[in-house]
């Protein structure tokens, strides 16, 4: 059963134009989000997340956006730069009890020069 | 460097080996996590800790497997008769838990190959 859902394995960006990450969940109690950005051989770095009070959070370049109704989330990363280029995860979080965080199965994204 | 530590950072074993994994948190950090992250997947929970306590264990975790954080600072995670299912990243994070705000911090993890 998943939870979470990333259902573009990946993606392709011209340099400097927009990427857009796509997320899906299916557990209400959910209440915290994050994303996560993996480079090969790493761990994943905290990239930004946003509260279930909030519908929007920006943090420079990335851009995190809520629709609790439709139970969807979006990575938004504008201008796209060479360096984005990684994996993506999304996770959520209940944020009682363990707080632990379930992962989606991450998009791959790819920004051309 | 204060971030997460972990060591190994790989590990070949034979099948029906016994393996330990470090993991050095974060210092102030009062939780820390265990996932394990197989190929084409997202991390998945294993098991965390407060402090010393270890407060959940996910049903992914065997009885083969045990973590303890013996003094609140750094957790071992053991697999004991390892199994070719067991190939895996296995990934430690810690957080420090203020108020509604709960950032995980991960380590580079420890990737595991049993053949």
């Known amino acids: ?113 | 460097d204060t971030g997460v530590s972990q060591d190994p950072r790989h590990k070949i074993t034979k099948r029906g080996q016994n393996v330990t994994f470090r993991c050095d948190p974060i210092s102030e950090h009062n939780r820390l996590y265990w996932y394990r992250q197989t190929l084409g997947q997202g991390p998945e929970f294993l098991t965390y800790f407060q402090n010393e306590a270890q407060l959940e264990k996910s049903r992914l975790l065997s009885d083969r497997f045990s973590a303890e954080r013996p003094k609140g600072s750094f957790s071992t995670l053991e697999i004991q008769r390892t199994e070719q299912g067991d190939s895996a990243m296995y990934l430690c994070a810690s957080s420090l838990v203020a108020g509604n705000v709960n950032e995980q911090f991960f380590g580079p993890g420890t990737r595991l190959t049993v053949l």
């Open chain 1, 1 to 113: 059963d998943q939870q979470v859902k990333q259902n573009s394995p990946s993606l392709s960006v011209q340099e400097g134009r927009i990427s857009i990450l796509n997320c899906d969940y299916t557990n209400s109690m959910f209440d915290y989000f994050l994303w996560y950005k993996k480079y090969p051989a790493e761990g994943p770095t905290f990239l930004i997340s946003i509260s279930s009070i909030k519908d929007k959070n920006e943090d420079g370049r990335f851009t995190v956006f809520l629709n609790k109704s439709a139970k969807h989330l979006s990575l938004h990363i504008v201008p796209s730069q060479p360096g984005d280029s990684a994996v993506y995860f999304c996770a959520a979080s209940a944020r009682r009890g363990t707080y632990k965080y379930i992962f989606g199965t991450g998009t791959r994204l790819k920004v051309l020069a």
